[in-house]
């Protein structure tokens, strides 16, 4: 069934589109429009961000939003979904300028649900101005699609891609406008399914060793609703709500075996068991907003309300049996979990926009958001035939946190200069509490913090065409615990591996500096110090043979970067983009009472070909590598991978039919080490990275970038409305 719901949205459609064009035959004829065909680059540099045009990556035929991102220049996505840009951890992920609220692990794994065909383009902040929220080392900002051209248009992609397991990505976009009626609406459905194999070495101050070999698999459907009208009131005012929601059910398993040897290296005892999870996931969500233009000159103001419920609903259910060396069994374990969550979000924002004479420009705004989040973790011990609850382990975890913002920002221009300047004040209140039971006593914690975040940006303009720009930037960003991360309960992954929170975590701080040179927007190289403080890192805790992970404000850490980018035509129809990183990084802290200053440099290079073979056919390969990593205490090994794609206009270049394959050596294997307080580990993770995808879009209704009279809304219709 759920195959047929994008055959059936293809034929839906082409009756739609050639139901149009017969009408528009019948009506008199009249001077035909003046189309403007302009090809847009699939990564644009400007002086304070990058941005990516995701219809333009022939590599992301059939992928998701998560996919997309790890193709975008500068960043990394790690095996776990942890994002890095430009070497920055801890980066803030943006919706349609909104913040998710997320781990990094839900955050991922709401990504994977979201087709690539959704979203329009991603923008890259290294370092962020005023008016973003302080959260995270860098911002990414994804825009979702939202045409605002009169009358009724749209886009469809469908998209398939093979590994060991199949996937599909799926997105309708919708338009329709008359007068001063704007309506809108996104689906997308996205089928995700993967696997891991890993295989580590743990050796415990050489008086024992455990061998595991872990294997992994899971799957879900993503299911996302967008729908929203915009109302202009008049020709400076616009009024808009937008709907949200999604669905995401999820399965996995994972099997595992592994063998506890003595000092002498022979097997003492043998351990098998494995998990099986279900979860369910349900996000609505309404937003409000309003865009007043006060005068011609450019002086506008926004404000935002917005709503978001995220429930989740889960269970695992784990058992482990442990066999002496003669086969007997020496112990069994089942457990069940069950894993209820809700997460409610309010938050309300304004901008004000006041541009000067001379060039000049003031900006001020106001943001306050308020999170509540319920955490009721059941952890159920078998006995006999029945489940019965071990309140010891068992949680409860209510969290809260209000934070409000206040910012200003000014800026300025002369004929080759410009400086910018900001602060944002951001004061959190945070309370966590857990409710007693019969074991565990009742506790609460609470914070109260205020903190400015100062941002300045200077340029100089080196000749007077502007093609020599060298910039200055100084900014501190702030990056706050997750809520999962406070949270103290212990999630037992495998026999020999558990993951707990810390709800006594600070937030950690980054000071960046970064200086800049940039030729024509083709050409660049960029120096930065970063030096963070509180850095929070999950840290190894050896108990007996068993791993616990637990996140702990590390220490400092330093980095010295060293940025460069190349995007340019080589030869006629050749374009190239080129991304050099290499940092010297310094960790300094402490894990499990033990000293750690670990020094690294490390690199990153990235290479991205697009290749024009005719009107209608073009190409693109791609590929990454990069060296040694350090995170906390692990290093990992160098990786690199290569992909390929090729790309036909099709139906008079209204359709789009694309076939990529991704990881063509499949050499996104991930070779680590862990060195911890009388630990040494040493692990293997492959992961269902070698893939091949096709991919169709195709566009309906009135070109967007159609040029064309318009006497009822006056030359300014295509700026008003609101991109929610």
Not at 31 to 49: G, N, Q, S, Y
Not at 211 to 238: E, F, M, P, W
Not at 639 to 667: A, C, P, R
């Amino acid at each position: 069934m759920k195959s047929l719901i994008p055959i059936c949205t293809m034929v839906l459609l082409f009756v739609l589109n050639n139901t149009c064009d017969a009408q528009e035959k019948d009506k008199p004829k009249a001077l035909k429009e003046v189309t403007v065909t302009a090809k847009m680059p699939p990564i644009k540099h400007k002086i304070d961000r990058i941005i990516v045009n995701v219809d333009g990556m022939i590599t992301a035929a059939g992928s998701n939003a998560l996919e997309i991102l790890s193709k975008s220049p500068g960043v990394f996505v790690d095996m776990d979904g942890n994002i890095q840009l430009n070497g920055k951890g801890g980066v803030l992920v943006l919706i349609d300028d909104k913040p998710t609220y997320l781990s990094a692990q839900d955050l991922a794994a709401y990504l994977r649900s979201l087709p690539a065909g959704m979203v329009e383009k991603i923008e890259l902040i290294s370092n962020p101005p005023a008016r973003y929220d302080a959260s995270g080392s860098a911002v990414i900002n994804l825009q979702l699609k939202k045409n605002k051209t009169p009358g009724f248009n749209g886009n469809m992609s469908i998209g398939y891609n093979q590994g060991a397991y199949a996937r599909s990505n799926d997105a309708l976009n919708i338009n329709y406008r008359h007068n001063k009626i704007n309506v809108f609406g996104n689906v997308g459905y996205s089928r995700d399914a993967g696997y891991s194999r890993e295989t580590s070495q743990r050796n415990y101050d050489n008086t024992s060793t455990t061998l595991l070999d872990r294997r992994y698999h899971y799957s879900s459907n993503g299911y996302n609703l967008r729908a929203g009208i915009d109302y202009y009131v008049s020709a400076k005012t616009t009024l808009g709500i937008l709907l949200t929601g999604g669905i995401r059910p999820r399965s996995d398993q994972l099997n595992y075996n592994s063998d506890q040897l003595n000092a002498d290296q022979k097997t003492d005892s043998t351990a098998i068991g494995h998990t099986t999870g279900d979860y369910q996931w349900y996000t609505g969500g309404i937003n409000l907003n309003m865009l007043r233009r006060i005068n011609e000159k450019g002086s506008s103001i926004t404000g935002d309300l917005d709503y978001v419920n995220i429930h989740v609903n889960g269970s695992q259910y784990l058992s482990t049996n442990v066999y002496r060396l003669d086969g007997n069994l020496s112990s069994a374990n089942e457990i069940l979990y069950r894993l209820p969550a809700d997460i409610d979000i309010w938050s309300a924002k304004t901008d004000y926009n006041l541009p000067l004479k001379g060039n000049a420009n003031f900006e001020a705004g106001f943001k306050s958001s308020y999170v509540s989040t319920n955490y009721k973790n059941s952890w159920l011990q078998k006995a006999g035939s029945d489940y019965v609850p071990d309140y010891g382990r068992s949680d409860h975890f209510i969290y809260t946190e209000n934070i409000n913002a206040l910012y200003v920002s000014a800026a300025k221009e002369w004929k080759h200069w410009a400086i910018k300047g900001g602060v944002r004040m951001e004061n959190t209140r945070m309370h966590g509490r857990q409710p007693g039971n019969i074991v565990i006593a009742d506790s609460a914690f609470k914070r109260n913090y205020t903190k400015f975040f100062p941002s300045f940006y200077f340029s100089w303009k080196a000749d007077t065409s502007g093609n020599h720009t060298i910039t200055i930037s100084y900014g501190t960003r702030i990056r706050r615990p997750s809520y999962q991360q406070l949270n103290p309960f212990l999630f037992y992954n495998d026999r020999y591996s558990y993951t707990t929170g810390n709800p006594w975590l600070k937030p950690q701080y980054l000071y960046a500096v970064e200086l800049k040179y940039d030729y024509k927007s083709t050409f660049g190289v960029e120096l930065a110090y970063l030096k963070v403080n509180n850095l929070i890192q999950f840290i190894v805790q050896p108990v007996g043979d068993v791993f616990v992970n637990r996140p702990e404000n590390f220490g400092l850490n330093y980095s010295f970067n060293v940025v460069s980018w190349l995007s340019a035509d080589l030869v006629k129809d050749w374009h190239v983009n080129a991304k050099l990183i290499v940092f010297h990084l310094i960790n300094k802290g402490m894990a499990d009472d033990q000293i750690v200053n670990n020094k690294i440099n490390s690199g990153e290079l990235e290479i991205s070909n697009q290749f024009r073979l005719s009107k209608k056919w073009s190409a693109e390969v791609s590929g990454l590598y990069a060296t040694s990593h350090l995170q906390g205490q692990t290093k990992t090994d160098p990786f690199w991978h290569l992909n390929g794609g090729i790309q036909k206009m099709i139906m008079k270049e209204k359709g789009t039919l694309k076939v990529s394959v991704n990881d063509v050596f499949y050499s996104m294997i991930r070779r680590d080490n862990t060195t911890a307080k009388g630990l040494l580990a040493r692990r293997m993770v492959e992961t269902d990275t070698r893939r091949i995808g096709i991919a169709f879009s195709y566009r309906f209704g009135k070109d967007t970038n159609n040029r064309k009279r318009n006497h009822t809304t006056g030359g300014a219709a295509e700026e008003q409305g609101r991109v929610n």
